[in-house]
Nanobody
């Protein structure tokens, strides 16, 4: 599985960005996709995750009500819509995938559960 994150950039506080994670796989595995972020000098933080069947999502408390994760399996993409951005959202954002051999509503809870990671995309929110 290869993951490609895109959509980062520079935005003013209160603005919006939409990140996309495109997954390519040559297997028939099903993927739960999570978005993580890491700011300079801080630990990596889970932001949002969506189950392989798309029915279950979870968000970090810091982004609830502002970020929305969604998936389009026809396009093999998982998007993270980020609204009302704050300077503290500034970080490198990564997407990651945990593989399953069937569709499930299971949500990976720990970063070590993820099998594949994409490269990061920088999000900078200016005050």
């Amino acid at each position: 599985v290869q993951l490609q994150a895109s959509g980062g950039g520079l935005v003013q506080a209160g603005g919006s960005l939409r990140l996309s994670c495109t997954a390519s796989t040559i297997t028939t595995d099903y993927l739960a996709i999570g978005w993580f972020r890491q700011a300079p000098g801080k630990e990596r933080e889970g932001v949002a995750v969506i189950s392989s069947d798309g029915t279950n999502t979870r968000y970090a408390d810091s982004v609830k009500g502002r970020f929305t994760i969604s998936r389009d399996d026809a396009k093999n993409t998982v998007d993270l819509q980020m609204n009302s951005l704050k300077p503290e959202d500034t970080a490198v954002y990564y997407c990651a995938a945990e593989t399953f051999n069937r569709l499930t509503n299971y949500i990976p809870r720990e970063s070590y559960e993820y099998d594949y990671w994409g490269q990061g995309t920088q999000v900078t929110v200016s005050s």
